[in-house]
């Protein structure tokens, strides 16, 4: 009997495939850019599985087109680049990898946070500039964490984990979410809910963790930068879109909030010429929250199992479908 035909849309981390290699005739696409839309519409009519990156559009048409198509597994906790609709429409699970890259996103957040707070990156620019001349009272200033209020928008496992981190800190720690939490969670977190814009005015660092939808599609934008503090700081280690970059762009030039840190921008990669790129007060890394050793292989791991599962028509142990 012939094995089941899967495609992996990208090269993945050594032995993360390892739960599939007997059970699959497996190819790899092995490029370091994603494969193009139409190679995968290509390769999507001759499969039964399909592992993907969130670079994928995995959209209706392409759905429909993999006709054997049993399974689609992500390797990532978001989803928002496949239609899911569309799959459950042909009754195609879906699977994700929710958890295992909640520490190493949540460590990420601060590692952005306190950058941001403190000038890290300008600072480290300055001495290779060869500015530093002398230690000096006004060089460099940043804001401090104790006694500040951080904002968390979306309190889901993500935002929990960056509120946990947050105890050592000082802080006051406000969220808003689609569901409150219970208050036995909000006590064990030390956190306390508010409404959105109360959050925006009250936050001195605003971090969002909430997944991108129609609803979350630049929920921060002109108006919400103007019910923030000017001394307030923006984090993004969410999805780049949540945020307008545009009014991102205004609101950074005129000073109207203090700065504002991102791991995930609206188009991904940013490109060269974007005027983001010529703010002093911004940070930008290229989606690494979960660029860890350890937490890609877990992902990949988990992501081969989805799709093993799919294959055995076995329910997904991550599977996102209604
Ligand atoms: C995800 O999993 O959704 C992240 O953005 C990538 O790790």
């Not at 949540?106 to 500015?131: F, H, K, N, P």
């Not at 991102?262 to 911004?282: A, F, H, Y």
Request: with cysteine; aromatic share 6%; proline share 6%.
């Amino acid at each position: 009997m012939s094995l089941p035909k899967i495609f992996v849309t990208r090269q993945l981390p050594e032995r993360g495939l390892n739960p599939l290699l007997s059970h699959a005739e497996i190819e790899i696409w092995p490029e370091r850019q994603p494969p193009a839309y139409e190679i995968l519409l290509e390769k999507v009519q001759q499969i039964d599985g399909l592992l993907c990156l969130l670079t994928d559009r995995i959209d209706e048409q392409l759905i429909n087109t993999g006709k054997s198509l049993k399974v689609i597994s992500q390797m990532a906790v978001g989803y928002d680049n496949i239609d899911i609709k569309a799959a459950t429409n042909r009754k195609i699970p879906v699977g994700n990898t929710p958890g295992v890259l909640t520490d190493a996103t949540a460590d990420l957040t601060w590692a952005l946070l306190m950058c941001a707070a403190r000038r890290i990156i300008e600072s480290e620019q300055y001495v290779r500039a060869g500015s530093w001349q002398t230690w000096e009272p006004t060089l460099l200033l940043g804001t401090d964490l104790s006694g500040a209020t951080l904002g968390i928008v979306g309190l889901g496992r993500i935002g929990e984990a960056v509120a946990r981190r947050a105890s050592g800190f000082n802080l006051r720690v406000i969220y808003s979410s689609r569901h409150r939490r219970s208050k036995e969670i909000e006590a064990a977190l030390g956190v306390e809910y508010v409404e959105f814009n109360r959050l925006l005015q009250e936050s001195d660092i605003i971090t969002l963790h909430t997944a991108l939808s129609k609803e979350t599609h630049h929920l921060i934008s002109y108006a919400q930068f103007a019910l923030m503090k000017r001394s307030a700081i923006l984090i993004n280690t969410a999805r780049g879109a949540i945020v307008d970059p545009q009014a991102l762009y205004q609101t950074l030039k005129s000073g109207q909030i203090a700065g504002a840190a991102l791991d995930v921008t609206e188009p991904e990669p940013i490109p060269l010429d974007s005027p983001l790129l010529s703010l002093k007060n911004l940070i930008i890394t290229p989606h690494i929250g979960s660029a860890s050793y350890q937490t890609r292989l877990k992902m990949a791991t988990m992501a081969a199992n989805n799709l093993l599962a799919g294959l055995l028509n076995q329910p997904l142990p991550y599977c996102v479908n209604p």
